[in-house]
């Protein structure tokens, strides 16, 4: 079968040395020129973001993954624990010890201090901070009974994004475009849209290739200005001036490469130089939002004060998607969910940037037609626990949650999702994922299924090894929630 | 029914499928076997372990499984030793085949490995061991859940329970720390116990503190359980504890699993016999036709291969390449436009050798080659894995002595010595100063703390954690060093190489002392915290005048601080005196105060009867508070203020004793068990220090002995590191002289640096490796000697242009038949731009430079006076990688880069060509040109030209670079004419042709004429 051949032949004609930080493209390069040397010197060298065809049918053809790092409570949000009314108060400190993070602040079991109610068709509980996602509910297959292996920002964050507790491996969104490709060659093929106000915890690590080849690895979009660091120069030059310089810099570069026959490396190197002037063009359209309908910036929330940032993203989002990027990626600032004090105006302080954007983004989506084919991710690094954290003597209104490896809750909506279902479910204080447990290889696999790739299938050989997101874990596709 | 019609056909299909296939494959696969025809027969009862598993066993698994050899220390002989397993627990779980490794393996095609038709397990033999395992895995009369574990007692020893209470409780009654007294770490630390008695009463569990304190949860306290890293006792945990308390708490007949002079059951000889596992061999020189093209022993056997596949040598690169080549391979720079002119002058026959002694004299040259070395340990000046990336504020010395090794041209073999053992080769003693020799020694243990390391901060630093920073290093030291991948060993045996999970282990025992991840010392950033710490990883010791400054500015701030306080507190008597007055007149009668003033003086335990009465009614109405005096007296509160701040200031410079990050060996190690898969809740088997067996002969055991005479170390790192530098060590020298080959090659004669081992790739020139490790034995392993080999080559003076033939015959250059073009490295192009500029500061060694992130995520190194220093001194934060390193792939260490990657992306050319930096230094480069004043635009030409390219310029460049430069000025003026009318013409015109300049060398900055070298 040609679709398996193809993805195949990339999987499988990359047997790096495993010591490679990150896989020599150039090594990659001149390995497929080598081959095609004889036929025609000058062809183009073949290691690109082509678009590939996936192991399995597609299902999404694109991603957007809203990540939430922080630890957003999801017995505040999605997970409705009426025990926790009752057991108000109680002390669980023995039973929790050995799962708390600051044990100089803990707290008794603590109620939610939002509603819940249900929505929709589904009947799906949603608390009321979550106004506008609660109306998509119908949309969406909802995850309780997630669970990760650490407590930490940092290792747990690592785990999510790249399948093991610690730098250096490739993020989720490399993967993708690995197996994937991209269906626009003059755009990066996976986006990043981090928050002007600042970058996540683990910072730049987040959309690290790691051992794969540098193209794989998520580019940075600034949603304001130039988008990408240095498309346009630092110092302002004259048009006229600008050309010229270029004129005279072809001129040395063709008559380098003329007495140097037989090097595609600079030919790929003139090669990418005008990919460079290209996606100067395009990566401009693509967040240039007078485009716009001022009713869809409106329905963003892109007058809102709270809402302008992140629903810009959400926008660019759709538009980087409509273009053909193939995975794109939305950061909030800081740990706008990690509520150690001040759950509820904390909580309500993030619903209140994002939810609204989420809800417009979805809806857009679907008015375009776009939904059916892209994949909408909602998730995080760990959920918080059911007892408050708050230090001795403290006014109980600033009350947090700790740090839960134990159980979280995540969202996907979009292509090869069942519609409004429930999957999974946590014990009554809502402390552990007790039922259908999904874990974070689960989680990868399930997403990956998604977009057409086999988590077995995906690999990379290094030392003899078939290095994979998955890892040596054992998972398991998510079934359930896929349509 | 129909449904029941429908099973019946199906059970009558399956049964006929079954009997065909049984036919077929029992005809073909089994036949071999003993098991011969009756399997089908066999099949159809309850498989017999004697009869039908284990002549099966016997073909197919006991090579590797058996008496001799226990790969995975699995011994598959008896049913028995199936039970008990090997490193990943047992292999059968008997009536649970799915459980089963064994049946898993064997059914999933993984066992035999790499196996043919022939050694393959057929469907048939696999159903039989699925059924003989789920009928309960029984060998004959003796029933498997009762297989040699009747008395549990005799299965205990103290290491049934070591492991939970080094997890949990050693912490604080252990090696260091022993709260009430109490040292938990052996059973006689327990039968004498602490402060409350004895911690364990044998054969009394519910007797037992220990059990007891557990029990209640009053041991480990739960509220500090962070701070010191440790979990819960689990209820699992306790229950083991209690059996081995109640079963008399044997301590158990054990000894550590060291290499003794028996056969190794685990690595054989045959594995043995790999080229990589022999010591390099003596090897003649080949013969060769073209003998005249040969420059030195190298070239012939370079040439023999050309030779063999009908090629020769590339022409010679003419003298300019191959200075550039030289140059930039060797420190790391461009040769300058004076040094062109003056090499090109130089005629002598012997101009490029001297030329290379030049190079290889240079401080430059250390800091070039220091940088390789840096990439394959993982140097970095920070922590990273948290947000707060912390700083490593001794890191820099580590990389000063690896540019300072590389100058002074040490032997490799002292290098690795000092960098493993530096500790151990000569007696230090903390908080002093020391020699150079020594100090040397201690910084180069910071090899050894390369690693990312979370560890600084109690979430992050339980076991687990620092088993990943071991594992971390383990693997650096294994690439860097050993060219093994000895990280696959860390949870089961290596798929590829003979490595068993055992000799991991062996080798983490090898460090144990000093890596311990029960004994795991504290953090500066925790010390600081918590005054009770006392030993902190950074070891504080330092160089003589180092040790006098940092004492001179603590005695200096301290005598100032004192001054300081004691001027506030006389100021402050005083003006209080004047408070007190004033208040003795508003309160206090006049004929009273001078009584008043006499009771203030007195202390109150000397007051007799009237004076107590006056404290009685005035004393505290009199007395002042400091806040009432600083709101009465102003210039008190100023004075006071102004003081205070001053004094915390001279405290903030009262630093920490200057130190060293390094390792060294503490005495008193932890056990080392083996984790079964990795898992440190799963201690298996207890092991010894030790090498790779497979490196040795298997029948030497390795000697640990004390460095020296009296001396708390171990010694068994200093052991090691003998070991890894022994003149027949099969793999050390290869490893190394095959990296200074890349360098300067493009590529090595083993093209995996890292892994020689099976998955690694097969020596292009296995003699040349042989015959260059021997000669740089020879040598005195004199890293200078090896690059004088190297570049005086004929291979290396070859040129890199390539023919159609070339290209043809060898298009991967697999035989250098020319030199590889390369791209500069993000260093070299940094460093390149700034030399073309003139603003490079020579400054070498110590604290690094800081990188600055602008708010849109461009990062740049903050420029000091006169410019910028080497990238070298760019301050390496794991998280803060400036943009220009990251765009041409500068290596994130995580944990080591043993290879660069060399990319072509469409960010680099968007960098230089727009880049703030990039331009800056443009400009310059532009004015050094302009210098000299009266300069014609072709004479700019010609140097710049000389600068960037390192070559004289051809006519058509002169004519071509004129032009564009009075094309830039023309267009400048043009646009500029406005605005240049109100200023003087001739400043103006200077202008335009400083911009024109500028213009040009921006464009040869981003020309591929300087980004890569031929």
């Known amino acids: 079968m040609s679709i398996e051949s193809s993805l195949h032949?990339?999987?499988?004609?990359?047997?790096?040395?495993?010591?490679?930080?990150?896989?020599?493209?150039?090594?990659?390069?001149?390995?497929?020129?080598?081959?095609?040397?004889?036929?025609?010197?000058?062809?183009?060298?073949?290691?690109?973001?082509?678009?590939?065809?996936?192991?399995?049918?597609?299902?999404a053809r694109a991603v957007i993954h809203l990540f939430m790092n922080g630890g957003p409570s999801q017995m505040d949000l999605f997970d409705p624990?009426?025990?926790?009314?009752?057991?108000?108060?109680?002390?669980?400190?023995?039973?929790?010890?050995?799962?708390?993070?600051?044990?100089?602040?803990?707290?008794?079991?603590?109620?939610?201090?939002?509603?819940?109610?249900?929505?929709?068709?589904?009947?799906?509980?949603?608390s009321d901070a979550l106004p506008h996602l609660a109306q998509h509910v119908d949309d969406i297959a909802m995850i309780r009974s997630m669970q990760t292996t650490n407590l930490t920002h940092e290792p747990a964050i690592y785990l999510m994004q790249t399948g093991k507790m610690g730098p250096g491996r490739p993020s989720f969104g490399s993967w993708v475009v690995y197996g994937l490709g991209s269906e626009n060659q003059n755009l990066p093929a996976y986006v990043v849209l981090d928050d002007p106000l600042g970058l996540p915890v683990n910072g730049i690590e987040n959309w690290q290739a790691g051992f794969l080849p540098p193209q794989f690895q998520g580019t940075r979009f600034r949603s304001n200005g130039s988008p990408v660091l240095n498309l346009r120069a630092d110092v302002a030059r004259s048009a006229v001036l600008e050309d010229l310089?270029?004129?005279?810099?072809?001129?040395?570069?063709?008559?380098?490469?003329?007495?140097?026959?037989?090097?595609?490396?600079?030919?790929?190197?003139?090669?990418?130089?005008?990919?460079?002037?290209?996606?100067?063009?395009?990566?401009t359209d693509a967040l240039d939002l007078s485009q716009e309908t001022a009713a869809t910036l409106e329905s963003y929330g892109l007058n809102g004060e709270k809402t302008e940032s992140y629903g810009r993203r959400c926008l660019i989002a759709r538009r980087l998607v409509e273009r053909g990027v193939?995975?794109?990626?939305?950061?909030?600032?800081?740990?706008?969910?990690?509520?150690?004090?001040?759950?509820?105006?904390?909580?309500?302080?993030?619903?209140?940037?994002?939810?609204?954007?989420?809800?417009?983004?979805?809806?857009?989506?679907?008015?375009?037609?776009?939904?059916?084919?892209?994949?909408?991710?909602?998730?995080?690094?760990?959920?918080?626990?059911?007892?408050?954290?708050?230090?001795?003597?403290?006014?109980?209104?600033?009350?947090?949650?700790?740090?839960?490896?134990?159980?979280?809750?995540?969202?996907?909506?979009?292509?090869g999702v069942k519609k409004g279902v429930v999957h999974g479910a946590t014990d009554d204080l809502g402390f552990a994922a007790v039922e259908n447990v999904v874990t974070v290889p689960d989680w990868h696999a399930t997403t990956l299924q998604l977009m057409g790739l086999n988590h077995e299938h995906l690999f990379v050989e290094m030392n003899g090894l078939r290095e994979r997101m998955t890892g040596v874990s054992p998972a398991r596709v998510v079934r359930e929630i896929l349509a | 029914?129909?449904?029941?019609?429908?099973?019946?056909?199906?059970?009558?299909?399956?049964?006929?499928?079954?009997?065909?296939?049984?036919?077929?494959?029992?005809?073909?696969?089994?036949?071999?076997?003993?098991?011969?025809?009756?399997?089908?027969?066999?099949?159809?009862?309850?498989?017999?372990?004697?009869?039908?598993?284990?002549?099966?066993?016997?073909?197919?698994?006991?090579?590797?499984?058996?008496?001799?050899?226990?790969?995975?220390?699995?011994?598959?002989?008896?049913?028995?030793?199936?039970?008990?397993?090997?490193?990943?627990?047992?292999?059968?779980?008997?009536?649970?085949?799915?459980?089963?490794?064994?049946?898993?393996?064997?059914?999933?095609?993984?066992?035999?490995p790499e196996s043919t038709p022939d050694t393959r397990l057929s469907d048939l033999q696999v159903q039989l061991i699925h059924r003989w395992i789920e009928r309960g895995a029984a060998e004959e009369n003796r029933p498997s859940s009762k297989v040699e574990r009747d008395d549990p007692a005799q299965s205990m020893s103290v290491h049934t329970v070591l492991p939970i209470l080094l997890r949990n409780c050693t912490v604080c009654h252990g090696a260091h720390v022993r709260e009430a007294d109490l040292d938990l770490r052996t059973l006689a630390g327990m039968l004498k116990g602490g402060k409350s008695g004895a911690a364990i009463v044998p054969g009394d569990a519910e007797n037992s503190l220990l059990v007891r304190r557990i029990t209640v949860s009053e041991m480990p306290p739960l509220k500090q359980l962070i701070a010191f890293g440790v979990k819960p006792i689990t209820p699992n945990e306790l229950a083991a504890i209690r059996q081995w308390v109640d079963a008399g708490a044997p301590e158990g007949d054990w000894e550590p699993d060291i290499a003794s002079t028996e056969p190794d059951p685990l690595v054989t000889d045959a594995d043995r016999q790999f080229w990589a596992f022999q010591s390099p061999q003596v090897v003649a020189i080949p013969r060769v036709q073209g003998r005249a093209a040969i420059g030195n022993p190298i070239d012939a056997f370079v040439l023999q291969q050309l030779e063999s596949h009908g090629l020769t040598f590339s022409p010679e690169s003419d003298r300019a390449t191959l200075m550039r080549r030289a140059t930039f391979d060797l420190l790391g720079l461009p040769p300058s436009a004076e040094e062109v002119v003056a090499y090109l002058a130089d005629t002598a026959p012997d101009a490029y050798e001297r030329w290379i002694e030049r190079l290889l004299a240079s401080p430059r040259y250390g800091e070039r080659w220091g940088r390789h070395w840096l990439d394959v340990v993982g140097y970095a000046d920070s922590d990273g894995k948290?947000?707060?990336?912390?700083?490593?504020?001794?890191?820099?010395?580590?990389?000063?002595?690896?540019?300072?090794?590389?100058?002074?041209?040490?032997?490799?073999?002292?290098?690795?010595?000092?960098?493993?053992?530096?500790?151990?080769?000569?007696?230090?003693?903390?908080?002093?100063?020391?020699?150079?020799?020594?100090?040397?020694?201690?910084?180069?243990?910071?090899?050894?703390?390369?690693?990312?390391?979370?560890?600084?901060?109690?979430p992050t630093n339980f076991v687990p954690d620092r088993l990943d920073v071991i594992a971390d290093q383990m693997d650096i030291l294994g690439s860097a060093v050993m060219g093994l991948t000895l990280k696959c060993a860390r949870c089961h045996s290596h798929k590829f190489d003979p490595i068993p999970q055992r000799d991991y282990y062996r080798l983490t025992a090898v460090f144990k002392a000093a890596f311990d991840e029960y004994d795991w010392l504290k953090s500066n950033w925790e010390a600081r915290l918590s005054k009770g710490i006392k030993s902190v990883r950074e070891l504080p010791v330092a160089l003589p005048h180092e040790v006098k400054d940092w004492q001179d500015r603590k005695t200096d701030r301290e005598q100032k601080i004192a001054a300081a306080q004691s001027a506030l507190e006389t100021r402050k008597r005083e003006a209080m005196a004047v408070q007190v007055e004033r208040r003795l007149a508003d309160k206090v009668p006049e004929e009273l105060r001078e009584a008043v003033r006499i009771m203030l003086r007195t202390p109150p335990d000397q007051r007799d009867r009237a004076l107590q009465d006056l404290a009685a009614r005035y004393e505290k109405e009199l007395s002042?508070?400091?806040?009432?005096?600083?709101?009465?007296?102003?210039?008190?509160?100023?004075?006071?203020?102004?003081?205070?701040?001053?004094?915390?200031?001279?405290?903030?410079?009262?630093?920490?004793?200057?130190?060293?990050?390094?390792?060294?060996?503490?005495?008193?190690?932890?056990?080392?068990?083996?984790?079964?898969?990795?898992?440190?809740?799963?201690?298996?088997?207890?092991?010894?220090?030790?090498?790779?067996?497979?490196?040795?002969?298997?029948?030497?055991?390795?000697?640990?002995e004390p460095p020296h005479p009296g001396a708390k170390s171990t010694g068994r790192r200093l052991a090691f590191a003998r070991w890894i530098v022994r003149e027949d060590h099969p793999l050390t020298t290869r490893v190394y002289i095959n990296r200074v080959w890349k360098h300067h090659f493009g590529s090595g004669l083993v093209r995996t640096l890292d892994n020689f081992g099976r998955a690694g790739a097969k020596p292009s020139h296995p003699e040349l490796l042989d015959w260059l490790a021997r000669e740089f034995m020879r040598g005195g392993r004199s890293t200078k000697h090896l690059h004088r080999l190297l570049v005086t080559s004929a291979t290396y003076r070859q040129s890199s242009s390539v023919t159609p033939a070339l290209a043809a015959k060898d298009p991967d250059n697999a035989y250098w038949s020319r030199m590889p073009m390369q791209r500069l490295s993000s260093d070299q192009l940094y460093d390149?731009?700034?030399?073309?500029?003139?603003?490079?500061?020579?400054?070498?060694?110590?604290?690094?430079?800081?990188?600055?992130?602008?708010?849109?995520?461009?990062?740049?190194?903050?420029?000091?006076?006169?410019?910028?220093?080497?990238?070298?001194?760019?301050?390496?934060?794991?998280?803060?990688?400036?943009?220009?390193?990251?765009?041409?792939?500068?290596?994130?260490?995580?944990?080591?880069?043993?290879?660069?990657?060399?990319?072509?992306?469409?960010?680099?050319?968007?960098?230089?060509?727009?880049?703030?930096?990039?331009?800056?230094?443009?400009?310059?480069?532009?004015?050094?040109?302009?210098?000299?004043?009266?300069?014609?635009?072709?004479?700019?030409?010609?140097l710049s030209i000389r600068s960037a390219y390192g070559r004289e310029a051809t006519e058509a460049e002169l004519q071509a670079g004129a032009r564009a430069i009075g094309q830039f000025a023309d267009q400048w003026l043009a646009e500029h004419a406005a605005d240049g009318l109100a200023r003087d013409p001739q400043d103006t015109q200077q202008q335009a042709q400083q911009h024109a300049l500028s213009l040009w060398c921006h464009a040869l900055v981003n020309s591929a004429e300087f980004l890569y070298v031929d």
């Open chain 1, 81 to 126: 624990k009426p025990m926790l009314d009752q057991l108000h108060g109680t002390d669980r400190f023995q039973k929790f010890a050995g799962e708390i993070e600051n044990l100089g602040s803990v707290g008794t079991i603590m109620r939610s201090p939002f509603k819940f109610a249900q929505h929709g068709q589904s009947g799906m509980w949603m």
């Open chain 2, 1 to 112: 029914m129909y449904t029941r019609l429908f099973l019946l056909v199906g059970v009558c299909i399956r049964w006929l499928v079954f009997l065909v296939l049984s036919a077929v494959v029992g005809g073909e696969a089994i036949g071999a076997t003993p098991l011969g025809a009756d399997a089908a027969a066999a099949a159809a009862d309850v498989p017999q372990f004697e009869r039908d598993i284990l002549p099966l066993l016997e073909a197919k698994c006991f090579r590797c499984h058996g008496e001799d050899t226990r790969k995975a220390e699995l011994d598959l002989r008896t049913v028995a030793s199936m039970l008990q397993g090997g490193e990943s627990g047992p292999a059968i779980v008997a009536g649970k085949p799915d459980d089963s490794p064994l049946y898993q393996m064997i059914h999933d095609g993984l066992m035999p």
């Open chain 1, 245 to 283: 310089e270029r004129g005279v810099l072809a001129g040395l570069d063709r008559a380098h490469q003329a007495q140097r026959p037989f090097q595609p490396r600079l030919g790929a190197r003139i090669s990418n130089s005008e990919l460079a002037a290209r996606m100067q063009l395009e990566a």
């Open chain 1, 326 to 415: 193939r995975f794109v990626q939305l950061y909030i600032n800081g740990q706008i969910w990690d509520n150690h004090s001040g759950l509820e105006s904390g909580l309500k302080q993030a619903c209140a940037r994002t939810d609204q954007p989420i809800a417009a983004l979805l809806t857009d989506l679907k008015q375009r037609g776009l939904l059916d084919e892209t994949l909408v991710i909602w998730s995080s690094e760990f959920g918080r626990l059911p007892i408050a954290q708050i230090g001795a003597g403290e006014d109980p209104r600033t009350a947090g949650r700790d740090h839960n490896k134990n159980a979280f809750c995540c969202w996907l909506a979009g292509a």
């Open chain 1, 9 to 59: 032949r990339r999987g499988f004609f990359q047997h790096m040395a495993g010591g490679l930080c990150g896989a020599s493209l150039a090594w990659l390069l001149e390995r497929e020129a080598a081959g095609i040397q004889h036929a025609s010197p000058s062809a183009p060298p073949a290691f690109d973001l082509k678009p590939r065809s996936p192991h399995l049918p597609v299902r």
């Open chain 2, 832 to 942: 390149a731009l700034l030399v073309v500029a003139n603003r490079l500061v020579d400054r070498p060694g110590g604290r690094p430079d800081l990188v600055e992130v602008r708010n849109d995520g461009l990062s740049t190194p903050r420029a000091i006076t006169g410019g910028w220093r080497r990238s070298l001194y760019v301050r390496q934060q794991r998280k803060i990688v400036a943009t220009h390193f990251e765009v041409f792939d500068f290596p994130a260490m995580n944990p080591n880069c043993p290879e660069r990657r060399d990319s072509t992306v469409a960010l680099q050319a968007l960098h230089l060509w727009n880049d703030a930096l990039v331009q800056t230094l443009s400009d310059s480069f532009a004015r050094e040109l302009g210098r000299p004043a009266g300069t014609t635009a072709r004479q700019q030409v010609a």
């Open chain 2, 624 to 704: 002042i508070t400091d806040k009432e005096l600083a709101q009465s007296d102003m210039e008190f509160a100023q004075f006071e203020a102004a003081s205070v701040t001053q004094t915390r200031a001279w405290e903030a410079e009262i630093t920490s004793p200057p130190s060293i990050r390094g390792l060294w060996d503490r005495g008193d190690p932890s056990p080392t068990y083996m984790y079964r898969r990795g898992d440190y809740l799963t201690p298996g088997r207890i092991v010894g220090p030790g090498v790779p067996s497979v490196l040795t002969d298997g029948r030497t055991p390795f000697r640990v």
């Open chain 2, 386 to 458: 948290r947000e707060q990336d912390l700083f490593r504020q001794y890191g820099w010395r580590y990389r000063d002595y690896v540019v300072r090794a590389y100058n002074q041209d040490k032997s490799h073999d002292r290098f690795l010595l000092e960098q493993l053992a530096g500790d151990e080769l000569a007696p230090y003693e903390p908080n002093t100063a020391v020699s150079p020799e020594v100090y040397d020694n201690l910084v180069a243990t910071g090899f050894m703390r390369m690693a990312p390391d979370p560890t600084w901060a109690g």
